[in-house]
């Protein structure tokens, strides 16, 4: 059984939806019978792999839209600096650094070159500079885009400082496709028959293509997907996983067939502010597939508080039923286990760095708590924007106590820690959350859904604020004291404990199983 995990994007501060992808992609491994693979369809500047090798992806399992269409794999960049100016080919004068990339200016001419690099494998300064994409820039005016892994892999044309065409290349140079543009958006894609998609039959089609010349013309982004995913799901058992269905469902539904289809649901799916007079209203990622649950073989969330609140929802909405609402687990955990020992004045948080993060409201609260507990000090773990939160330890004075880590595994030192701090008011599910309970850290957040009604019991293993109806900034105090609270708690050590039973429900095993019924449903495994 082939399963496609379809995703927007992925980039280099990734989200909770990539990680669920991740803690996937891990739990399918130990299932024999699935092939599993992993579709990104946002153009990407940068070389794929770069960021799916940060979250440990098999490159054999990634598939970009792009790539689909030429027959790529993902593989790489090899070029090096080194190659791209000996292919120049005129005068020259020897590359200088910039911001980022060198410039090489053709001699005499308003022409340079400006050489994005990628840091080399094993990230060994003295090798020749591994390049990710070479600008061809006339005075100010950026003209063209040559984006490299081994060889040539697709090359950007602009006019006038505005991007108006793509053209990608098979691995023998070939062009496979181009694709045109105004104002950002596919207007029109025309795939060659060098591409190994065009000669591919289909069953299915959704907007029918026209040719000229022996091209095939496709108008728009829908029909440029449903193209591209008419042929890719060609085997009666494949199953799709739609992990952000916004910009990419109406690609799906015309092609989709008899195949099964589900639609993952990584966030607060409805707007809490905006249900007026009884009209619900859906979080816009969401909106088009839940309007359309006949389309859809399952909504697929991750904790069962969710999982409650949609049933009930869709249900009001469509009372004559034929939706499933299964509830899987987004992450996964190894056997929970404490730390030899830790440090209770430490406290720790991983996120993005991002303002719904309310990283600062955690900073404040540190500063204040520190009022009491001199020792104590926050480790922040993500990447992001950082400008604003250094502004706030600016502020506050806790350049000593509190350090920006940037992002980096933390499997196997998050239990040195002796206290989770989280801030955010909106929790799909809590991956980080997740991974500080299965090393036995209590948790500090506030009382919203989903995630840390999920994995923290009030007053067993943490402590769950009230939202304040105003200001987030009212919780500053009333954060800094459950801080001190747990802290300086007697029963710091059986709240651990009861971390590390709480996340005895995420384990491997477990989460498999789950899995395996929703995919044997209608399959035979």
């Known amino acids: ?82 190659r791209v100016v000996a292919m120049i080919g005129q005068p020259h004068e020897a590359p200088r650094p910039g911001p980022g990339y060198l410039v090489v200016a053709l001699s005499g001419t308003a022409v340079h070159y400006r050489i994005w690099t990628l840091d080399p494998p094993g990230a060994d300064r003295s090798a020749d500079p591994i390049v990710d994409r070479v600008e061809l820039v006339v005075g100010d005016q950026l003209v063209r885009v040559e984006h490299y892994d081994e060889t040539l892999d697709h090359v950007e044309h602009f006019h006038q400082g505005r991007l108006v065409r793509r053209v990608f290349h098979t691995r023998d140079g070939a062009v496979g496709a181009e694709q045109h543009y105004r104002d950002g958006e596919i207007t029109r894609t025309v795939i060659t028959p060098a591409s190994p998609l065009y000669q591919r039959p289909v069953r299915r089609r959704g907007a029918i293509p026209s040719t000229f010349r022996g091209d095939v013309v496709l108008e728009g982004r829908s029909a440029f997907f449903q193209y591209v995913f008419a042929r890719l799901f060609d085997r009666p058992d494949d199953v799709v996983i739609v ?6 469902i109406d690609g799906i539904y015309p092609v989709i067939g008899e195949h099964r289809l589900y639609s993952t649901v990584h966030a607060e799916h409805f707007d809490l502010k905006q249900d007026e007079d009884g009209v619900l209203l859906w979080n816009n990622h969401y909106e088009h597939v839940f309007a359309h649950p006949d389309l859809i073989d ?32 987004v992450g996964v955990v190894a056997q929970p286990a404490p730390a030899p020992t830790y440090d209770r004045f430490a406290l720790v948080t991983a996120s993005r760095l991002a303002d719904e993060k309310h990283l600062d409201l955690l900073v404040r609260a540190v500063a204040l708590a520190r009022r009491q507990l001199p020792d104590l000090r926050l480790d922040i773990f993500g990447e992001g924007n950082r400008e604003r939160l250094v502004a706030v330890i600016e502020e506050t004075e806790t350049q000593e106590c509190v350090r920006l880590m940037g992002h980096r595994s933390l499997a196997g030192t998050l239990g040195e820690y002796g206290l989770y701090v989280s801030a955010s008011t909106s929790e799909g599910f809590g991956l980080s959350l997740l991974e500080a309970i299965a090393e036995g850290l209590p948790i500090v957040g506030f009382d919203v859904d989903y995630g840390n009604r999920e994995m923290v019991d009030h007053g067993r293993n943490g402590v769950l604020l009230p939202v304040p109806p105003g200001d987030l900034d ?30 005895e429900a995420f384990t491997m095993p477990r989460v498999r199983e789950r899995w395996e019924r929703l995919l044997c449903e209608e399959t035979p495994c």
């Not at 992990?243 to 990419?248: G, Q």
């Not at 069962?304 to 509830?327: I, T």
């Not at 105090?477 to 007697?490: C, G, N, P």
């Open 1 to 82: 059984m082939r399963v496609f995990n379809i995703n927007k994007a992925v980039g280099y501060a990734s989200s909770g939806v990539e990680y669920a992808q991740k803690y996937r992609r891990e739990v399918f491994a130990g299932i024999d019978w699935v092939d599993d693979q992993y579709v990104f369809t946002d153009y990407l500047p940068t070389n794929i792999s770069v960021f799916t090798d940060r979250l440990g992806f098999d490159r054999a399992q990634v598939r970009w839209i792009y790539h689909l269409v030429t027959g790529r794999e993902t593989r790489p960049s090899t070029m090096t600096v080194t």
């Open 298 to 329: 399952g909504f697929i969330v991750s904790t069962r508080r969710q999982q409650e609140v949609l049933r009930r929802q869709l249900a009001r909405r469509f009372p004559e039923g034929g939706f499933s609402v299964p509830c899987i687990p």
């Open 474 to 503: 009212d919780s500053v105090a009333a954060f800094a004291d459950a801080i001190v609270e747990l802290v300086t708690s007697d029963d710091l050590d059986e709240m651990r404990r009861h971390s590390l039973r709480k996340a």
């Open 243 to 248: 992990d952000r269905a916004l910009d990419v």
